[in-house]
Nanobody, 127 residues
Framework: EVQLQASGGGLVQAGGSLRLSCAAS????????IGWFRQAPGKERQFVAA????????TYADSVKGRFTISKNNARNTLSLQMNALKAEDTAVYFC????????????????????WGQGTQVTVSS
């Protein structure tokens, strides 16, 4: 069974930093593209960042580009999201997700393109 467990969320002041982690199990993590999404109260889930199965070609939402960094550690079955210069509008529940296609050289931005989702971790940025 595919399991994705996000952690590292919390309460931080605007301008601060957090590092999220997604621990993966139940599948061959190194073979699959993976990404981060977020959902604020009353809003649709939106793309944040993604990488290919090798961890290459990171792609970011315009709203986080230059502030967030995604990284895939295939040796540790872990996906990370380093978030710097946080803003109040970054407040949301953050999810990691993986696509059921092996060796994909694309980094996917659409929620519909992912098949497995973790439970999420809350990030709250106070202004």
């Amino acid at each position: 069974e595919v399991q994705l467990q996000a952690s590292g969320g919390g309460l931080v002041q605007a301008g601060g930093s957090l590092r999220l982690s997604c621990a993966a199990s139940g599948f061959t993590f190194r073979d699959y593209a993976i990404g981060w999404f977020r959902q604020a109260p009353g809003k649709e889930r939106q793309f944040v960042a993604a990488v290919t199965w090798t961890g290459a070609s990171p792609t970011y939402a315009d709203s986080v580009k230059g502030r967030f960094t995604i990284s895939k550690n295939n040796a540790r079955n872990t996906l990370s999201l380093q978030m710097n210069a946080l803003k109040a509008e970054d407040t949301a529940v953050y999810f990691c997700a993986t696509k059921d296609v092996r060796y994909s050289s694309s980094a996917y931005r659409g929620t519909y393109e992912y098949h497995h989702w973790g439970q999420g971790t809350q990030v709250t940025v106070s202004s």
